[in-house]
């Protein structure tokens, strides 16, 4: 059985880049997840060179999720507002560990560290309301539907039209 205590959170950074590359070249995650295909080498440099200029301003806050010491996917807190504690949070889990519960783990660590480290009380998320997996996910971790709608674009052009499950957590609560 799968212990929180097997998946780390690392900081993005360079070193990530091959694995991003690698992990984010997949149809069946791109139904899901806004990636453009074929994603190359460069655009997984750009990703992760924004994810740290961002970091240095405060604005975002992007992981790489391990277990055991290898790269499974990112977990991410976006538009970060230390004023209004409020957040967004995203992840994505690469493929071939997809259903063994690492998506819960990794988000209950963010969401400790958005809570501890930023002293944020709010984060917030959409949801392709299709993904049932991720909203399982998410549901686990505390997080209650908030609205559902059609994208309007907000969510990223590729799935315009869609119904988007906006979901909320309140840290304050927990």
């Known amino acids: 059985m799968l212990s929180e205590n097997e998946i780390s959170l690392k900081l993005l950074d360079n070193s990530h880049i091959d694995s991003i590359h690698k ?13 453009a ?9 750009l990703y992760v060179e924004k994810e740290i200029n961002e970091r240095k301003k405060g604005n975002r806050f992007a992981f790489a999720i391990e277990f055991k010491n290898q790269f499974v ?34 988000l209950k660590k ?3 560290y958005a809570k501890k480290e930023l002293q944020l009380e709010i984060l917030k998320t959409g949801v392709l309301k299709r993904n049932q997996a991720s909203i399982k996910v998410l549901k686990k971790n505390g997080f209650i539907k908030e ?7 907000s969510y990223h052009r590729k799935f315009e039209g869609e119904e988007i499950l906006e979901m909320i957590l309140k840290l304050n609560h927990q």
């Not at 992990?23 to 990636?35: D, F, G, H, I, R």
């Not at 004023?83 to 967004?88: E, F, I, P, S, W």
């Not at 609205?147 to 674009?153: D, G, L």
Request: hydrophobic residues 40%; contains cysteine.
């Open 73 to 106: 996917g990112i977990c991410a807190l976006y538009d970060v507002n230390i004023n209004n504690k409020k957040a967004g949070i995203y992840y994505w889990i690469a493929v071939p560990f997809w259903n063994n519960g690492l998506a819960t783990y990794a």
């Open 147 to 153: 609205n559902i709608a059609m994208n309007p674009n």
């Open 110 to 112: 963010i969401i400790r």
């Open 37 to 45: 295909l074929p994603y190359s080498k460069d655009d997984a440099k």
């Open 23 to 35: 992990y984010l070249n997949n149809e069946k995650l791109a139904e899901t997840y806004p990636v």
